[in-house]
């Protein structure tokens, strides 16, 4: 069964940092365009960043363009993503996904930007 499961998420002050990871399970990770995707209460979920399976193309949303990176490791079958500087306006849960079929998501982790 295809599987993503987010970690790395918590609480952190403004201008601090965090480094979430997806781990994927079931399916040929390597093969795959992955994305982060974040949601805020009573908003839709939004896309953050994406690569494609051989890392040949990355996007990012202006909100977070020099100050999130994202990546991933085919042979660990993960995808991360460094966000630097965070602002409290990145305070979402955060989501993982894989374009598979019609596509595959993680449960989410929470990130939470507050002093």
């Known amino acids: 069964q295809a599987r993503l499961v987010e970690s790395g998420g918590g609480l952190v002050q403004p201008g601090g940092s965090l480094r979430l990871s997806c781990a994927a399970s079931g399916f040929d990770f390597g093969r795959y365009s992955t994305s982060w995707y974040r949601q805020v209460p009573g908003k839709e979920r939004e896309i953050v960043a994406s690569i494609t399976s051989i890392c040949d193309s990355i996007d990012y949303a202006d909100s977070v363009k020099g100050r999130f990176t994202i990546s991933r490791d085919n042979y660990k079958n993960e995808l991360y993503l460094s966000m630097n500087d965070l602002k409290t306006e990145d305070t979402a849960v955060y989501y993982c996904?894989?374009?598979?079929?019609?596509?595959?998501w993680g449960q989410g982790t929470p990130v939470t930007v507050s002093s």
């Open positions: 996904f894989a374009l598979v079929g019609s596509g595959i």
